[in-house]
């Protein structure tokens, strides 16, 4: 029969010699688990795009820059984001914060729980991700279960906001005065770079989960892990625009979003010494609220509640009581 073996069907059931470590099977054998394609063959090259309104463009200048590895070599091109792309990703923001800052505390949380699902069925991807930007092997792994964690903190923190830093205040007179925690808006977050992905997410989950939208400015060097995770977010429950991603020079875009009259608050913890000194001097223009978060913070530290008080803001309203409620003497 044509295509036989003729040696016998036992001999072609038998497993060969397995191969030492550090060598390549043959070509044209099947790539081993979890490899993206078999060695030898050319592959292909992913460019990371930003990630804007819900959608993966690429920037509009067209450009790229390289990307590389821990050890040197080519990893991927990542879109090298303009000032129109920011301008782009604060239009995003802002469409999308009436929807997500009107949504209860309770649903906003289980938007934020399920990130933290599909990053966890992610788990091992993230970690080879996390691997190859210098992250030692047997800490790639607990890294992305820290970063579930802290996602699933923050959700839960979602509909205690109001309890937490709302108040019922004491007043001298036939009224009622309370006061409620409400989002700030959109807000600009330049990444850290250090620890890709727990830092990623402790600075954006805190922002979200107060009910702000937010465009972050992902670590120049580590692009992928932004993108990654922006694919996480994508196919979650979260709205598009709650959440954009710019890569590219933190130094060419954090100035534009700065002066941008529709950006209402900055968080510069990824930003180095001097670039945090600009963009503070250029947020004074239009009255933003500034978070200076240490550069080298501890993310792997439980996290306090100063993020989220940071990008909040309180506001007191009075109700009268009795006959002034009901339109009696001094009433309306």
């Known amino acids: 029969m044509s295509g036989a073996n003729p040696t016998g069907a036992a001999e072609a059931a038998a497993p ?25 063959a050319l592959g292909a090259r992913k460019t990371y795009k930003l990630f804007l309104g819900g959608a993966f463009p690429r920037s509009e200048s067209g450009r790229t820059y390289r990307v590389v590895a821990a050890d040197g070599s080519f990893a991927a091109n990542a879109a090298q ?25 309770y649903l906003r949380g289980q938007v934020i729980y399920r990130i933290a699902e ?3 069925a992610r788990r ?19 890294a992305v279960d820290a970063a579930v964690d802290r996602i699933v903190h923050f959700a839960g923190w979602t509909d205690k906001l109001a309890s937490v830093f709302g108040s019922a205040n004491p007043v001298a007179g036939p009224f009622f005065s309370f006061s409620v925690p409400e ?9 850290p770079a250090r620890e890709a992905l727990l830092g990623l997410v402790s600075v954006l989950a805190p922002v979200i989960a107060a009910g702000n939208t937010a465009v972050v400015l992902a670590a120049q060097d580590f692009p992928r892990t932004a993108i990654t995770f922006a694919e996480v977010l994508a196919t979650s429950d979260l709205p598009g625009g709650v959440v954009n ?3 590219g020079d933190p130094a060419e875009m954090a100035p534009h979003l700065a002066a941008h009259a529709d950006v209402n608050a900055l968080d510069l913890t990824g930003a180095d010494s001097e670039l945090r000194t600009e963009l503070a001097r250029t947020a004074a223009g239009t009255i933003k609220r500034v978070f200076a978060g240490a550069p080298g913070a501890d993310f792997g530290a439980t996290p306090g509640t100063a993020r989220m008080r940071a990008f909040l803001e309180i506001k007191t309203v009075w ?11 001094g009433g309306y």
């Open 124 to 142: 091992s991807e993230f970690a080879e991700l996390l691997v190859s930007e210098g992250t030692d092997p047997a800490a790639a792994g607990p």
């Open 81 to 105: 984001a303009s000032r129109k792309d920011a301008r782009d990703a604060v239009v995003a923001a802002r469409k999308a914060f009436p929807k997500w800052s009107g949504a209860t505390g």
């Open 319 to 329: 109700h009268p009581t009795g006959a002034l409620a009901l339109g009696g003497p």
């Open 183 to 191: 989002p700030t808006g959109v807000v600009a977050v330049v990444a």
């Open 16 to 40: 060969g010699p397995a191969p030492a470590l550090g060598t390549a099977p043959a070509l044209g054998t099947a790539p081993a688990p979890g490899a993206l394609h078999a060695p030898g």
């Open 245 to 247: 991603v710019l890569t």
């Open 118 to 120: 599909m990053l966890a």
